[in-house]
């Protein structure tokens, strides 16, 4: 069987939905050359055990023999995808305005009369963090999280899928990290860690429900939080040198060099004295004493030149 070249990602993904898995569709579809890592990953996986898990989100890659010669639009960053970042600064626009309305209502002076501490109080941190996902974002400011844009997962807080574009809710301490994936958040406060949104991998928690309200992680209640990363459907959490992950080990995420579980709660991993972490989509680093240790996919040796799709939590060397 042989698939139009000239199709694109999106006409692969119809493709596949739409149509029966046959042993040729498979091996067509993996050959193509707008198959992208994640499609072909999904292909391997549906020819080796038979079952069918949700498609994964495409990912244009930038053909490195055909660039676009006196323009920064390329095949690989299509004018749609320009203009979902259009829209994604206008919503960050809309945010800042709408904080600052907030602020604005909050400093007039019979509010500061009412709210002004007392000389022994010290003072509330002003530090608003943001976090956006795949058609949704957030922002954060003491105790106070909004979300706006889709909320077909959930992915603004409110515990079910909706029409609303914006939601309001509280944490019970101050937001200290804010992280999203493709269509999930997560806020951590000095000692616990809260997720929302799309959670059919439990990437944003250890419960069963396919959507979550704001839900407090269990295993870090009490705990000190001290970074939070997020990738497409999986995030990670460093406490006390200590590295949890938790969501799709599809793609070794969760630290365990296969092609692991679909959704998992959080895992520890066998490292100590981590200091920082960084994640993309479907890998994640730590910074360990003076290395930097990554695990994940390792699709195109994007993590490392050992010849291996996924990598274990590997010492990453210049090499």
Known sequence: MVIDPSLEPENLRVIAQDNELSADLLAA???????????RAWVEYVQVTGEHPPLPPIVYIQPADEPTA???ISRGFPLKRLAVIAIAA????????LWQVVG???SSPQAIAEHEPSPTTPPVSTDTVFASGKGFMCL???ASIT???ANNLGQLGTGKAGTENIHHFELSAPVEHLVAGSDFACASTASSITCWGDNRWRQAGDKSDQILSPTVIELFAGKPVDDLVAGAIHACA??????WCWGSDYYGQLGSGTQGSLASGPTALSLDSASFLLSSDYSTCAGVKDALVCWGSNESHRLSAQDVPILVPTVIKDE
């Open 29 to 39: 579809l993996k050959d193509h050359p707008s198959c992208w890592p994640g499609l």
């Open 70 to 72: 006196g323009s920064t």
């Open 90 to 97: 206008a919503l960050v626009v809309v945010l800042i305005l």
């Open 104 to 106: 604005q209502r909050n």
């Open 140 to 142: 954060a400011k003491d």
């Open 147 to 149: 979300c706006l844009g």
């Open 238 to 243: 460093l406490s006390e040198g200590k590295v």
